[in-house]
């Protein structure tokens, strides 16, 4: 009996030695971005409970604090701080939104949820370059500035919020008016980026401002076979002919190479809607009374929205052809001072300088900073006159955020890690003049 039960004892014994060392073995940056990964967090239906959960664990093996603020039930908004020494000063704040793009699991060489990780480093996932790698990054970087003894001057937020991909409306856009961001006094912000192909990283200092744009056109009904003056078609079709001309112009400059595709207007037609349906498709020999084509329109911080405005009144929709138009703005064109909502990217933005050497200390290189030729949630805080910088380091990496096959190799999310504990210590422990409004 003695025998048996020191058998059992020793047997109790090393399955426990092997569960800790499998564990030892299976904690380690890379599983914990794995982990991370796996979590069902595509539209329409994002998990936000458990990479929350998960997330608050993880802040708090490393001595965060964490905090969870709804602005709409169900929809959190983490924020997680490591407090600095004179947390009077303004703070430095993180962002990564929770959320996800959906993915079509069957055109994927490994499924989009697996984070399978091959033998040449790539570790598949949706969300493995937007933006889930930033938001691990992050904590990595300041579990090692821990470990290394640093603590900050400044105060160092995360957040991580959701929504983003449909807009931020009950993520960002609230969290930013709320009292309980006004209280975390941000001086600067982080937010994500884009991949590189080539060996620089990608930084940027401004997003376009997106439109939705209808112009509707109506007119009386005729004939298929007459001749006839402004009819519905007829004058939606003129319309089209004047966006199109200003596409071009707009796209000349950029074959030309005299802007990025992002720093243009660009007018993109997304539907043409008209006719009179019937059990075989349209009816034919009748020309419709109202016609209607929707355009995605972007607009650099630069632009001209009023200017914009009159040549879609007057030109495009004009209520002389009997026209009219409705544009539905996602986002301010102009900050609370009315300055356009860009970040500056040269000495007189103290912050850019901090942030470029910290990313040059550990050998990375900075590519021409770009404005963000779509949307992220950086919007909401530059609105404020917040100085943000959109950076995901990720360098020799192709593009796939929204794509079928997102991956990131494991060496470029580590060298990501490295980049970040240069960057948040160096901001956290600048103590100069920093409330930079542009
Ligand atoms: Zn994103």
Known sequence: MAVYRLFLCFL??????????SYEEDDSPITRFQRYLRFKTAHPNPNYTAPVSFLVDQAQSIGLTARTIEFVPGKPVLLLTWLGSDPKLPSILFNSHLDSVPAEGEKWIHPPFSAHRTDDGRIFARGAQDDKCIAVQYLEAIRNLKSKGYSPVRTVHISY??????????????????PEFRELNVGFAMDEGQANPGDEFRVF?????????????????????????????????KS????????????????????????VISVNPVYLKAGIPSPT????????????AGFDVRLPPLADPDLMKKRIAEEWAPSIRNMTYKIEEHGPMRDILGHPIMTPTNDSNPWWSIFKQAVEAVGGKLAKPEILASTTDARYLRQWGIPVL??????NTPILLHDHNEFLKDSVFMKGIEVYESVISALSSFEGPSRQVN
């Not at 089209?240 to 720093?263: H, M, P, Q, Y």
């Open 12 to 21: 109790i014994f090393s399955f426990a030695l092997n569960q800790t060392l």
């Open 240 to 263: 089209i002919e004047l966006v199109t001309k200003f596409r071009e112009t707009e796209f000349d400059n950029v074959k030309a190479g005299k802007a990025a595709n992002s720093e």
């Open 205 to 237: 200092y401004a997003d376009r401002t997106p439109w939705k744009l209808v112009i509707r056109a109506q007119g009386p009904p005729g004939h298929g076979s007459k001749l006839y003056d402004n009819g519905a078609m007829e004058n939606l079709m």
């Open 390 to 395: 959109g950076f995901s380091p990720m360098s």
């Open 161 to 178: 919020v959701p929504e983003e991909e449909i807009g931020g409306l009950d993520g960002m856009a609230k969290f930013a008016v709320s």
């Open 281 to 292: 498709g349209f009816v034919m020999n009748m020309q419709p009374s109202e016609a209607e």
